[in-house]
């Protein structure tokens, strides 16, 4: 069964720092591309970040380039998510999230995700 | 990367029909057929109804059913049942490495 189990998220000042992780399991992780995806109250999902199978390759939506970094573990299985100089508008549940596909450097939508991380910025 | 366009609100009676619609551009639900649809209960995960644009995963009912047109997806309940009662958000694949994601619709089963 695949399982994706985010963490780190908490209560941080504005221009402060998280990192968020996502542990997985109930599939090969390191075959995979990953995603991680917010949902803030009143603005629906939003695409955050993706990466790579090897972790080479990233990217960012517009909103947190320059702040958010995203980068694995596949020795760890774990997907992680850097966020940086956060801003109020950064509070949101971060998901981590598994592209729909057989493997490989793939970015279909997601067909399993984790049950979320909370971040408040205040 | 501007969000695809929900509803935000949608209701029906238990044992009718309801529509959701997800409208993008030609950026992305115009030129993929990679449009899923997702059911969420706050506090728990997304859970997957609709990939594909048509398809159902192993063990979603049949009373959901997906479609698209163009620029426009759209997700169909039938029957509907008081357990339905969510939030669905749309997604569409947009190149590259990116997905787009509506802006969610609050389903309510009166």
């Given at each position: 069964?695949?399982?994706?189990?985010?963490?780190?998220?908490?209560?941080?000042?504005?221009?402060?720092?998280?990192?968020?992780?996502?542990?997985?399991?109930?599939?090969?992780?390191?075959?995979?591309?990953?995603?991680?995806?917010?949902?803030?109250?009143?603005?629906?999902?939003?695409?955050?970040?993706?990466?790579?199978?090897?972790?080479?390759?990233?990217?960012?939506?517009?909103?947190?380039?320059?702040?958010?970094?995203?980068?694995?573990?596949?020795?760890?299985?774990?997907?992680?998510?850097?966020?940086?100089?956060?801003?109020?508008?950064?509070?949101?549940?971060?998901?981590?999230?598994?592209?729909?596909?057989?493997?490989?450097?793939?970015?279909?939508?997601?067909?399993?995700?984790?049950?979320?991380?909370?971040?408040?910025?205040? | 990367?501007?969000?695809?366009?929900?509803?935000?609100?949608?209701?029906?009676?238990?044992?009718?029909?309801?529509?959701?619609?997800?409208?993008?551009?030609?950026?992305?639900?115009?030129?993929?057929?990679?449009?899923?649809?997702?059911?969420?209960?706050?506090?728990?995960?997304?859970?997957?109804?609709?990939?594909?644009?048509?398809?159902?995963?192993?063990?979603?009912?049949?009373?959901?059913?997906?479609?698209?047109?163009?620029?426009?997806?759209?997700?169909?309940?039938?029957?509907?049942?008081?357990e339905d009662e969510a939030d669905y958000y749309?997604?569409?694949?947009?190149?590259?490495?990116?997905?787009?994601?509506?802006?969610?619709?609050?389903?309510?089963?009166?």
């Open positions: 069964e695949v399982q994706l189990l985010e963490s780190g998220g908490g209560l941080v000042q504005p221009g402060g720092s998280l990192r968020l992780s996502c542990s997985a399991s109930g599939f090969t992780f390191s075959t995979y591309a990953m995603f991680w995806v917010r949902l803030a109250p009143g603005r629906g999902l939003e695409w955050v970040s993706s990466i790579s199978v090897t972790g080479h390759s990233t990217d960012y939506a517009d909103s947190v380039k320059g702040r958010f970094t995203i980068s694995r573990d596949n020795s760890k299985n774990t997907l992680y998510l850097q966020m940086n100089s956060l801003r109020a508008d950064d509070a949101a549940a971060y998901y981590c999230a598994k592209p729909h596909c057989t493997g490989g450097d793939c970015y279909r939508p997601p067909d399993y995700w984790g049950q979320g991380t909370l971040v408040t910025v205040s | 990367q501007s969000a695809l366009t929900q509803p935000a609100s949608v209701s029906g009676s238990p044992g009718q029909s309801i529509t959701i619609s997800c409208t993008g551009t030609s950026s992305n639900v115009g030129s993929y057929y990679l449009v899923s649809w997702y059911q969420h209960h706050p506090g728990k995960a997304p859970k997957l109804m609709i990939f594909e644009g048509t398809k159902r995963p192993s063990g979603v009912s049949n009373r959901f059913s997906g479609s698209k047109f163009g620029n426009t997806a759209s997700l169909t309940i039938s029957g509907l049942q008081a749309c997604c569409s694949y947009a190149g590259s490495s990116t997905l787009v994601f509506g802006g969610g619709t609050k389903l309510t089963v009166l």
